[in-house]
């Protein structure tokens, strides 16, 4: 119960404050059906010793049944009374499971929203598998497993105390021995079987999830898998972890029936128990009316213990999705408010700005090394600059920074003076980002220009505009369906190039005041690159462009070339400035057929 108590306070703070009041509502409203039980039970006990003895049945202010003739509808009245109760209870229940529905929805739109708020670098250390399956199947467990029962637990409490209360008034001493025996059986179900469900569960919710990062992973390299003969591999690796999630959760189905069997037994038990007593205490008429006391408190009883139990169990086996989406949610809405607090947004004017860069350092968490360290630069607004530098010498955490989604260790970043973290918000909003893999939704074109998930959203003309500049609209008008065509699951019915291109244009569609492109023409053959890069190069002086490229083609052209290595900025210049200070990169554009006079006079 202390377990229930534990989880359910701090789940019951994620939810609105209309749902709270509503399930306070439901509980209340449970407890009392369990009244109807009281009055049922109370009328069954205060019949029982007349009908038992085949004396007289009276009740206190009715008077005397028999001889009113009165025993046979008081019996009838007891029997509606019992279905009465079921039936609000069925009606009660139909209309809480629908607003449990919308608790599910709050839940997981709080749960997402401080996902998408969490700074990047927390969710560079999690696994996208694992937020996915928190975000629905760990909220409707939460919901279904721990929300929706412990809230039936207030009427399983009300039919508890109106039994102990009835119990009381009929057979004091048959009480007291009935609740000792009965508490006992409990501590003895929560000592051996709680801690077992609590450790399935945990089990259950490490291993599914486990699955699910497995097969996600699989998916996404299938191609390689086929080819590299590695399918049996992530078959046995997918049996293994699925065998250990099955298990769990057939653990959790046998552990969750064992509490039923053991109350039945229990009850077996108490008739000789409790028949005893009244058999020592009050002869064989005593032993028949406390064992008939014992029966019709059990019937109410054991079935209200046995859903209590498995409330408990069900509980036990969900709580850790809960924890896990309580802990996730408090932590994003921290994280949230103390951003909003120390960080005021500012709007940035209207026009392009330079961006600054002092003194700037950043080291991902756990790693030895920074991977930036120093910089200082400047990007001039509107022209176009180049990050060149050999693999991991630190262009895509620039970028990264740039973007605001890393934050510097030491030193600052300012745009148009003001530091990126006041201004982050009208920042992010004029930049236009072109990844080294474009990701794609399996929806059409023009959505995934867009970037909207709902069709009603996507702006026509700016699509086709941003197709025409990104060199590809003329591909796409030319396929069925045009604008309005599938790209497939993660854009896979279209090549490389188009996908690249269709990224370029989704940078586009916002006409941002910056353009990054993280080797975003590396898959387009060398044609089509230069158109692209010509229709780029038409942006200059309205636009700040920022690449990052190992073709050094694209970035032949571009006003500044920062070459990094190792960390930092090594050198800075045009191009051939660049080729002139920098051997290593002298023989890069010798390579590439880029050699200027500069580059072969080192
Ligand atoms: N998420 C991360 N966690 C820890 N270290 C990282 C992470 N991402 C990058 N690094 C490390 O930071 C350094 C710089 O990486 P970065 O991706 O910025 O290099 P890059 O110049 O863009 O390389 P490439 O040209 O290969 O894309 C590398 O040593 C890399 O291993």
């Known amino acids: 119960m202390n377990g229930i108590i534990k989880i359910l306070g701090p789940l019951l703070h994620t939810l609105p404050e209309g749902s709270r009041r509503f399930l306070t509502g439901y509980g209340a409203a449970s407890a009392a059906l369990a009244l109807l039980d009281v009055v049922a039970l109370g009328l069954v006990a205060a019949l029982l010793p007349g009908l038992v003895s085949g004396s007289d049945v009276v009740l206190p202010v009715i008077g005397n049944l028999t001889q009113q003739g009165l025993v046979l509808p008081m019996l009838a009245f007891i029997c509606l009374l019992i279905v009465l109760k079921s039936v609000l209870a069925v009606l009660l229940l139909r209309y809480a499971t629908k607003r449990f529905a919308r608790h599910e929805v709050a839940i997981g739109d709080r749960l997402f929203a ?30 279904s497993g721990v929300l929706m029962p412990a809230m039936t637990l207030f009427g399983e409490l009300g039919t508890l105390v109106a039994v102990v209360v009835v119990l009381f008034v009929a057979q004091p001493l048959i009480a007291v021995v009935t609740m000792v025996y009965l508490g006992l059986v409990a501590v003895l179900l929560a000592r051996v079987i709680s801690p077992r469900a609590v450790a399935i569960g945990r089990e259950n ?62 009850l077996v038990v108490g008739f000789a128990l409790v028949g005893g007593v009244g058999l020592a205490t009050g002869g064989p008429a005593g032993a028949v009316s406390a064992i008939g006391l014992f029966a019709i408190a059990g019937f109410r009883l054991i079935p209200s ?101 890393l934050e510097p260790e030491h030193g600052r970043i300012l745009v148009g003076g003001e530091p990126l973290e006041f201004v982050l918000k009208s920042w992010r909003r004029r930049i236009g980002y072109v990844p ?72 586009l569609y916002d006409s941002p005041l910056v353009l990054v492109m993280d080797e975003a023409t590396s898959a387009l053959d060398t044609a089509t690159e230069a158109a692209v890069t010509t229709a780029i190069n038409e942006l200059h002086g309205a636009v700040t462009v920022i690449t990052v490229a ?53």
């Open 436 to 507: 080294q893999e474009v990701s794609l939704f399996d929806a059409s074109v023009a959505q995934n220009v867009a970037l909207a998930w709902d069709p009603e959203k996507v702006d026509r003309p700016r699509v086709q505009t941003a197709l025409r500049r990104a060199q590809l609209l003329d591909t796409v008008l030319g396929r069925e369906g045009g604008i309005d065509a599938l790209v497939g699951e993660r854009g896979m019915a279209l090549s490389g190039g188009q996908r690249q291109r269709l990224g370029i244009a989704r940078a």
């Open 550 to 602: 190992h073709r050094l083609a694209t970035i032949r052209n571009a006003d500044v070339v920062f070459f990094m290595r190792e960390g930092t900025v090594a050198a800075y210049g045009t191009f051939d400035e660049v080729v002139a200070r920098v051997p290593d990169f002298a023989q890069q554009a010798a390579l590439a057929g880029l050699a200027t006079d500069a580059g072969a006079a080192d």
């Open 205 to 266: 919710r490490e291993w599914s999830n486990r699955t699910a990062k497995v097969l996600y992973e699989a998916l996404g390299a299938l191609k390689e898998i086929t080819l590299a003969d590695r399918g049996a591999e992530v078959q046995e690796q997918v049996h293994g972890t699925r065998t250990r999630s099955a298990r769990a959760r057939a653990a959790a189905i046998q552990i969750s029936q064992v509490p039923r069997y053991v109350l039945e037994t229990a």
């Open 305 to 405: 213990l046995t859903r209590m139990q498995a409330v408990q169990s069900s509980v036990n086996t969900s709580a850790s999705f809960a924890r896990q989406i309580v802990q996730d949610i408090r932590e994003g809405e921290a994280q949230m408010a103390r951003h909003t607090a120390e960080r005021p947004q500012r709007d940035l004017p209207a026009a392009a700005a330079d961006i600054v860069l002092e003194d700037v350092s950043f080291r991902y968490p756990g790693a030895a090394s920074p991977a930036l360290h120093d910089v200082s630069i400047r990007i001039p607004a509107g022209s176009h600059v180049a990050f060149v530098g050999s693999s991991g010498a630190g262009k895509s955490t620039m970028v990264d920074l740039l973007l605001g989604l």
């Open 114 to 143: 401080a996902y998408l708020a969490s700074p990047w670098e927390q969710r560079l250390g999690r696994n996208s598998a694992e937020i996915v399956r928190s975000v629905d199947i760990g909220v409707g467990i939460t919901v």
